[in-house]
């Protein structure tokens, strides 16, 4: 009778309780019979075990599961009058089952109480992992399928290519765009640069010619009221010298009538004459002089005049050279403006570039693909999922009851046995536990606050991580979505 006992959910791999087997099943034979006064042979020898030592209080625990189960496997005998030996025999073997029963059954007890407080268990359990959707992000037709169904990809490995040529003509468009706004924004550099250069020179030219026109200014001005102030002289020195021809004339005409009545001499009537000669020179210089002075005052007026005229012009140049300055704030703007093109330009570029790479996709993980349903020359949609990538990373998701979770903790020992590989078993360590249960998460979550209430058990899910050694072999086997039964060792 060599069979295998498991109690309460303990696997048969934890526990092996043959003997105990046999000698409750031996009590419960000789409970009834002893009743009615037969007698008991002993067992075989080969079905006699010995059992560990019992104490009372196990042994009241457990006798009560002694219960009538007869099986006529036995040799009994009625029991005879008289024969206090047999009896006593009878009744020592009695005690030796009982023993053994009680025995049996505390040690089994005792294997079920250390094993259910050393461990937790659920089959409410199955594996996952990442899905990511692969979609489109752009309106176009599929070129290329590079993948098939089941098959293992890389990340970044493209998966499809769509047709890139109404992208690449707006990537074109783009970069020419900028070009036109580069030169642009060249021309209007070189503008202020110039005008720049131009207004500065201009305005040091202004400055200069002012400053030389309000110099000559001065100058004329003061030649003007020189000459203002010898016209007066002149014309005084030209009265003098005509009131001394004119005296001078009348010496010589008076000496000239007594020259000719004789009471002078010629030679005085000579000198007369030319000393009017020399009067009438006088007078003729002095009125050159006062002929001068003015031709003065007028060469003095005119240079003021000019000086003048030289201010208005510097004055002028001053305004050009301020309007070039005004002309390059202008280009200044313009350059900003030529700037803002490029800017708008280069962002139109990335744009279009952007738009070219979506017509490449690639996987965002390594994994493998599932759900696939595009082929090429289909049109697709943005947002429109092509297949699915399972990522390589499976981990498997245990509902244990909120009962269950008192001792458990991130970082405990985890057997994991899987329905579609009864043989094996993988390891693994609890990675947390979510942060509430399943129906906290449930689409119309439980209202306990109206109505009539019934507690019921929760279940808290618990992540539960693979150690890479012991799937080593079963990467490619194992998939999201198998069944498991998971045993934590807890603290």
Do not use: C
């Amino acid at each position: 009778m060599s069979q295998q006992f498991a109690i309460s959910g303990i696997p048969n791999a934890h526990l092996r309780t043959a003997p105990l087997i046999e000698a409750r099943e031996f009590a419960r034979e000789l409970a009834p019979k002893v009743r009615e006064g037969q007698r008991v042979l002993p067992p075989a020898r080969e079905e006699q075990r010995s059992a560990p030592e019992v104490t009372p209080k196990v042994a009241a625990k457990v006798a009560p599961e002694v219960t009538p189960d007869v099986r006529e496997d036995r040799e009994l005998t009625p029991n005879e009058p008289g024969k206090k030996p047999a009896n006593k025999l009878k009744q020592g073997v009695i005690a030796l089952a009982a023993l053994l029963a009680i025995g049996g059954a505390g040690v089994a007890g005792l294997n079920w109480y250390n094993y259910a407080t050393a461990h937790q268990e659920t089959d409410d359990s199955y594996t996952t992992a990442h899905m990511h959707a692969i979609s489109s992000r752009i309106n176009d037709t599929v070129s290329k399928v590079l993948v098939d169904d089941n098959e293992h990809v890389k990340a970044g490995q493209t998966l499809v290519l769509l047709d890139p040529q109404d992208f690449q003509v707006r990537v074109d468009s783009a970069l020419a765009a900028l070009k036109v706004a580069q030169h642009q924004a060249e021309a209007a550099q070189t503008s202020i640069t110039l005008s720049s250069t131009n207004a500065s020179g201009k305005t040091t030219e202004a400055k200069g010619n002012v400053s030389n026109a309000v110099s000559m200014i001065t100058k004329s001005q003061a030649m003007v009221t020189e000459a203002k102030s010898a016209i007066p002289q002149a014309q005084a020195v030209l009265a003098e010298k005509k009131a001394e021809e004119e005296r001078s004339a009348k010496d010589y005409e008076r000496f000239q009538k007594l020259a000719e009545q004789g009471a002078v001499s010629w030679q005085q009537r000579d000198q007369a004459l030319r000393d009017f000669n020399v009067a009438k020179n006088a007078t003729a210089a002095a009125n050159e002089d006062v002929k001068q002075a003015a031709a003065k005052l007028d060469q003095a007026d005119q240079a003021v005049l000019a000086a003048r005229a030289q201010l208005v012009q510097s004055q002028g140049v001053s305004e050009q050279a301020e309007a070039m300055h005004v002309q390059t704030r202008v280009d200044a703007s313009q350059y900003d403006v030529a700037k803002a093109s490029i800017s708008q330009a280069q962002a139109q570029l990335n744009d279009a570039a952007l738009q070219l790479s979506y017509t490449k996709i690639t996987s965002p993980v390594s994994g493998r693909i599932g759900k696939k349903s595009v082929e090429a020359g289909q049109r697709v949609q943005p947002g429109q999922q092509l297949m699915s990538v399972v990522a390589d990373d499976l981990w498997v998701v245990a509902n244990f009851k909120e009962t269950q979770l008192e001792n458990i903790r991130k970082g405990e020992h985890v057997s994991v046995k899987i329905d579609s590989f009864p043989h094996h078993e993988f390891t693994g360590v609890v990675d947390s536990v979510a942060p509430g249960s399943g129906a906290s998460f449930a689409l119309l979550p439980p209202d306990n606050a109206t109505g009539n209430f019934t507690k019921i058990v929760q279940r808290v899910p618990v992540k539960v991580t693979f150690d890479k050694a012991s799937i080593k072999g079963y990467e490619d086997l194992l998939v999201p979505g198998m069944s498991a039964v998971v045993n934590i060792t807890v603290r």
